[in-house]
């Protein structure tokens, strides 16, 4: 009989109301500004995602998490009860994107770079010093 490996837990988080909760066991990128349309309007604001491979996201508490199909590629996940916006995934990709927002402290994470600046909203400026893309992924 193999011993199975058993990663520790790196980070935790959840909706607002509590209905969405998770776990994620291995690596987290750290987080990433987007600024395109339609994360600025998903958001209210731009948004803020870390991410971790697929497999190593736990999703212990997932009554009220609904998804949402924004693309044929990509789908968000979120909470119906408080409407939290919690993940983004592609079926491309071996990675979940996980709202940063929605990490217990202390997560570790740090904010490394913005993407999509060409898009960002008119009413604010980027001024923090760290690398701008002005394209980026495809977040619709």
């Keep these: 009989m193999s011993e199975v490996e058993v990663k520790q837990i790196r980070a935790t988080g959840g909706c607002l ?18 600024h395109c349309v339609f994360c600025r309007r998903l958001h209210s604001h731009f948004a803020a995602y870390a991410a971790c491979d697929k497999a190593d996201l736990e999703l212990i508490s997932v009554g009220k998490l609904r998804w949402y199909r924004s693309s ?30 929605t990490f217990n402290e202390p997560a570790g994470l740090k904010l490394i770079e913005h993407i999509c600046v060409a898009q960002k909203g008119s009413y604010y400026e980027i001024t923090d010093g760290l690398p701008q893309k002005r394209g980026g992924t495809d977040c619709n």
């Design 17 to 34: 109301c509590g209905s969405v909760r998770y776990i994620v066991r291995g690596e987290l990128r750290n987080v990433v500004a987007c």
């Design 72 to 101: 044929p590629t990509t789908h968000r996940g979120f909470c119906s009860r408080c409407g939290a916006q919690i993940f983004s995934k592609n079926r491309d990709e071996g990675y979940t994107s996980i709202a940063a927002g």
